[in-house]
């Protein structure tokens, strides 16, 4: 789903793909961005099912103590990126985003989870005030800390990032990509925006935010309700039903052979 991937690679990986789907009784692709793409890709739609990805819920975590160990004022307004520092990501436009709202939001604070090849390019950035860059960590406990997630890749199947986000009742601001338009409902838990968004159209979209505690109440809010079409319980079930009706049709073929 790499838009910038390399004409031979996707003539390669798609041709592979396409020769083992023939031999597959179903696919499954966990959004609906996903399983369009692979429709289109010709990886036979007619066993092509969609399940999203769903997760346990976000265990809460003492806010205070997160914003301490981050060094965050208590009134500050935390917007959260999780992921590898690489193009995919983009954590170059996080960075810049939070660089630019900052402006006009000095409390507004950027936290990143996570690292990669992109580091000295996001440390270049410059706004050692406004950014914390803590590393590789479990994403999952410091949820909480955050006020809002912001993705900012561009492109995605499912990242379980998204869904942690909702299980935690987190604002997102997010790019167009895979899973966004199962998680993200603009206007009611979150706010879509194009995969080339620029980071000052990003920044806006933190400003509106960080500006309005009303509004980022009532957007967490929002998405802990939505996380509970997204639990394992229902991930595992829907999964389980493809099985089921994958050896039905293998059952049916077989009888016809016969």
């Known amino acids: 789903m790499d838009p910038e991937i390399s004409w031979p690679a996707a003539l390669i990986y798609g041709s592979a793909e396409r020769l083992l789907a023939r031999r597959t009784d179903a696919l499954i692709a966990v959004s609906a961005q996903e399983a369009r793409h692979a429709a289109k890709s010709g990886l036979r739609p007619r066993r092509l099912e969609t ?16 914003h301490k160990a981050w060094n965050v004022a208590p009134d500050a307004v935390v917007a959260g990126f999780v992921g590898r520092f690489s193009p995919q990501k983009d954590p170059v436009r996080f960075a810049e985003a939070v660089s630019l709202a900052r402006r ?41 800390g955050l006020d809002l997630l912001v993705m900012t890749s561009r492109y995605e199947a499912m990242p379980y990032t998204l869904l942690e986000a ?13 899973g966004v338009e199962e998680t993200v409902c603009d206007g009611e838990n979150g706010r879509q925006l194009l995969e080339s968004a620029r980071s000052a159209e990003i920044a806006e979209a933190l400003v509106e935010l960080a500006s309005d505690p009303a509004l980022l109440a009532r957007w967490g809010k929002a998405s802990r309700a939505r996380a509970r079409h997204y639990t394992l319980a229902q991930m595992v079930i829907g999964t389980e039903a493809v099985y089921l009706r994958a050896i ?10 016969k």
């Open 166 to 178: 909702l299980a935690a009742g987190l604002p997102i601001l997010a790019t167009e990509v895979g």
């Open 51 to 66: 399940v999203v990805n769903g997760v346990d819920p976000v265990v809460a975590a003492e806010r205070m103590r997160l």
């Open 248 to 257: 039905e049709r293998r059952n049916d073929e077989s009888g016809q052979e």
């Open 104 to 144: 006009r939001v000095p409390r507004l604070v950027g936290v990143m989870m996570g690292d990669g090849e992109l580091r000295e390019a996001v440390e270049a950035v410059g706004d050692r005030g406004g950014l914390r860059l803590i590393g590789w960590t479990d994403a999952r406990p410091a949820l909480p």
